[in-house]
């Protein structure tokens, strides 16, 4: 069955493959080597919106379980208020159709998380 939003893909095509569903396995070594590296970076929205041109975020990418996390700053007299944009969580790219991997991370790179474009 298709993915109803209750919990992660891998945890509908357990219910599917189980009468009794395990929860899916994790890379344990990655979980340990890479527990406290995040990749940080700072990131505008990539419309060409007025109002959009000075708001600034920080896109954060969690190297142990690759789950991202969107962030706004504080602008002055911008109307928007800071803090989480995206909560971390693993995240789709739309480009390819794949979760997010740290490699498409990088200095220039047009990301779309939540449905705008950075």
């Known amino acids: 069955p298709p993915h109803n939003g209750f919990g992660s893909e891998e945890d509908s095509l357990a219910s599917c493959l189980r009468l009794t569903p395990r929860p899916p396995r994790r890379d344990i070594k990655k979980l340990i080597m890479d527990a406290d590296k995040v990749m940080r970076f700072e990131a505008v929205m990539a419309n060409a919106s007025v109002d959009d041109v000075k708001r600034r975020f920080i ?30 969580s693993k995240k789709r790219n739309p480009a390819t159709g794949t ?10 790179a047009v990301i779309e998380v939540s449905s705008i474009r950075f």
Do not use: C, Q
């Open 99 to 108: 979760w997010f991997k740290p490699t498409d991370f990088f200095v220039g």
């Open 59 to 88: 896109a954060a990418i969690f190297l142990a379980d690759d789950t991202v996390g969107m962030w706004e700053l504080k602008y002055r007299n911008s109307g928007h208020s800071e803090g989480k944009f995206a909560a971390k």
